[in-house]
């Protein structure tokens, strides 16, 4: 029970954090989710730099990864909004928005997540 709790609060404040990212950078006016892309990469590059200290040397606690990687993280980044916000682009027929969003989303969030853990070594 005080591991779900853990990962409960994690996911509030990744989740409140993600909200306001949103509501600061996506854009209205070209209906690019730059919120939504900030939020991605900035996840990726956080949970890599978890997991990485929580390997090196046990750096992190099991409690303290529960509540950064798999609460705060799992809430701050998101798959659903990010599918929604592609169903959009290709329902508007803005199929280089789509194109861009996608690669990008994938690469820099890959590359991100590598970067991170590289930091801890």
Same mark, same amino acid.
């Given at each position: 029970?005080?591991?779900?709790?853990?990962?409960?609060?994690?996911?509030?404040?990744?989740? @409140?954090?993600?909200?306001?990212?949103?509501?600061?950078?996506?854009?209205?006016?070209? *209906?690019?989710? #730059?919120?939504?892309?900030? @939020?991605?990469?900035? *996840?990726?590059?956080?949970?890599?730099?978890?997991?990485?200290?929580?390997?090196?040397?046990?750096?992190?606690?099991?409690?303290?990864?529960?509540?950064?990687?798999?609460?705060?993280?799992?809430?701050?980044?998101?798959?659903?909004?990010? @599918? =929604?916000?592609?169903?959009?682009?290709?329902?508007?027929?803005?199929?280089?928005?789509?194109?861009? =969003?996608?690669? @990008?989303?994938?690469?820099?969030?890959?590359?991100?997540?590598?970067? *991170?853990? #590289?930091?801890?070594?």
């Amino acid at each position: 029970m005080k591991q779900l709790l853990i990962v409960f609060v994690g996911g509030g404040f990744g989740s @409140a954090l993600r909200f306001v990212i949103g509501k600061w950078l996506n854009s209205s006016d070209t *209906g690019i989710p #730059y919120g939504t892309f900030a @939020a991605n990469i900035i *996840g990726s590059l956080l949970i890599g730099i978890i997991l990485g200290m929580a390997a090196k040397n046990d750096t992190l606690s099991q409690s303290q990864t529960l509540l950064l990687a798999t609460g705060f993280c799992g809430g701050f980044t998101t798959f659903s909004t990010f @599918a =929604y916000e592609n169903h959009v682009f290709l329902k508007s027929g803005d199929f280089m928005s789509f194109a861009i =969003y996608t690669v @990008a989303s994938f690469i820099v969030g890959f590359l991100a997540v590598f970067f *991170g853990m #590289y930091l801890v070594k």
